[in-house]
């Protein structure tokens, strides 16, 4: 069974940071492209960033310079590092693995930023 569990979110004041993980079992974990996606209230789920089992990494626009996503293949564990937090960062944010057509999402973490 696929399991991803997010962990790290929480309240953090505009320009703060913030590091959120997300630990994977009932995968190969290397093989998987992880990403990270948000959802805010009333919008949709849009893709923050990804990384690949090889490490080439792709970000939104809007995080680029802020947010960095990385992975630790021994730990099975994907992590996005989030700096100069902003209040349009506010969401809900979602693991995400996915090989081929396959794709496992986690049921995400709260990170709100208080303006």
């Known amino acids: 069974q696929v399991q991803l569990v997010e962990s790290g979110g929480g309240l953090v004041q505009a320009g703060g940071s913030l590091r959120l993980s997300c630990a994977s079992s009932?995968?190969?974990?290397?093989?998987?492209?992880m990403a990270w996606h948000r959802q805010a209230p009333g919008k949709q789920r849009e893709l923050v960033a990804a990384?690949?089992?090889?490490?080439?990494?792709n970000y939104a626009d809007s995080v680029k310079g802020r947010f960095t996503i990385s992975r630790d293949n021994a730990k099975n564990t994907v992590y996005l590092q989030m700096n100069t937090l902003e209040p349009e960062d506010t969401a809900v944010y979602y693991c995400?693995?996915?090989?081929?057509?396959?794709?496992?999402w986690g049921q995400g973490t709260q990170v709100t930023v208080s303006s």
């Open positions: 995400n693995a996915r090989l081929g057509i396959g794709t496992h």
């Open positions: 990384i690949t089992g090889g490490g080439n990494t």
């Open positions: 009932g995968i190969i974990f290397s093989r998987y492209t």
